[in-house]
């Protein structure tokens, strides 16, 4: 069967009633699941090529939208919009940085619509940050639930499992720090945006955009090992880890190693 049309006449939504019945369909039908859709109207308007099949995902199935204080962490439903997360006073609590990385994302309107879910599998603005807190994606597939972590690639896959909600450790002690670079314009695709965390006994980064979103271990453990780099060798290090994992704009690179010093005194590695 052909899997895209030409014509939005031409889909066909499928409702499921559970999130397993999703799966199902979504590998039977070679659907593409779809909630508020904020990201990927826009990209099937711009290129005029729909997929075949949507699978509707449905907010009131049990876990799949919410905030919840666990003890792991944070569980956090797939279908929680980001205008959602952005106000809701655990977020606050525990982590002060996403509201104000939220702001920046899109519009009020969009920020209604679009799921957490939903950003991170485009690789949206919390990817860098979500992959810095090793966060773990909770998953529905055929064989039935799952934990995997974020960092692992799930964003890549093309596979159907379903994402139910995403578990954040508990980062209250923890000093957080995000830099955002992009454009104003609405439905344009951030440049870059880079999350810096210390956790106590090790710093993490990340970094998502047009590069795509990446964990960034090398300079992670440069940065962790203890010994003293001078500025010049950290920022080789840093545009070579880069342009390896798919930041080939050098400019951009700059960019970001400049985002990454700001972020580090930010989090006070040096201390």
């Not at 997929?51 to 009131?60: G, S, Y």
């Not at 990446?214 to 070579?240: K, M, W, Y």
């Not at 390896?244 to 400019?251: E, I, L, R, V």
Request: glycine share 10%; hydrophobic share 40%.
């Amino acid at each position: 069967m052909q899997s895209e049309v030409n014509a939005r006449g031409e889909v066909r939504v499928l409702r499921p009633g559970s999130a397993r019945e999703a799966v199902t369909m979504a590998r039977r039908w070679g659907g593409t699941y779809i909630a508020g859709a904020s990201w990927l109207q826009p990209v099937w308007e711009r290129d005029q090529c729909w997929p075949r099949c949507l699978v509707a995902l449905d907010p009131r199935w049990p876990g799949f939208r919410g905030i919840e204080r666990a003890e792991r962490g944070l569980v956090i439903g797939a279908l929680t919009t980001l205008d959602e997360l952005s106000r809701h006073p655990l977020i606050h609590d525990y982590l002060p940085a996403l509201p104000e990385l939220l702001k920046l994302v899109a519009g009020p309107g969009v920020r209604r619509l679009g799921t957490v879910a939903g950003n991170l599998c485009a690789g949206g603005d919390l990817s860098a940050l979500f992959l810095s807190l090793d966060a773990r994606l909770d998953l529905v597939g055929c064989d039935g639930p799952e934990s995997k972590s974020l960092a692992a690639g799930y964003i890549a896959s093309q596979g159907v499992d379903l994402i139910q909600s995403i578990t954040l450790p508990d980062s209250r002690l923890w000093r957080i720090a995000v830099d955002k670079l992009g454009h104003r314009e609405r439905f344009s695709p951030t440049r870059a945006t880079v999350a810096c965390v210390h956790g106590g006994d090790r710093l993490r980064l990340a970094v998502c955009g047009e590069g795509g979103p990446r964990r960034l271990p090398i300079t992670e453990a440069a940065l962790n090992d203890g010994h003293s780099r001078s500025d010049v060798d950290r920022a080789r290090l840093l545009a070579s880890e880069l342009e390896s994992c798919g930041w080939q704009d050098p400019t951009l690179r700059l960019a970001i190693q400049r985002m990454v010093d700001y972020l580090l005194a930010e989090v006070g590695h040096d201390d």
